[in-house]
């Protein structure tokens, strides 16, 4: 049984910042791509960032230049460093994780961005 627990939202003024960890545990054999999405109140799952196991990374546009990923040195955790945060970022924000031949989901966290 694979899992992954998410930690470090909460709620932050505008301007300010957060930083999200994901760890995976359980039966893991492979590890690829790691990432996290978000969901706001009344919209769509979207990809915030991700990142593979090569580092390669990747960023929605609405985040590019504020949101950093990065993945632990045992390669089973996820990170997100969140800078000059938004009201917009206000969300459920949710690890995802390719393990294997199956994609992981962990149960969120919420982040909210307001004065």
């Known amino acids: 049984q694979v899992q992954l627990v998410e930690s470090g939202g909460g709620l932050v003024q505008p301007g300010g910042s957060l930083r999200l960890s994901c760890a995976a545990s359980g039966s893991i054999s492979s590890i690829y791509n790691m990432g996290w999405y978000r969901q706001g109140q009344g919209k769509q799952r979207e990809l915030v960032a991700a990142i593979t196991s090569g580092n390669i990374r990747n960023y929605a546009d609405s985040v590019k230049g504020r949101f950093t990923i990065s993945r632990g040195n045992t390669k089973n955790t996820v990170y997100v460093q969140m800078n000059s945060l938004k009201p917009e970022d206000t969300a459920v924000y949710y690890c995802?994780?390719?393990?294997?031949?199956?994609?992981?989901w962990g149960q969120g966290t919420q982040v909210t961005v307001s004065s």
């Open positions: 995802n994780a390719r393990i294997g031949s199956y994609y992981y």
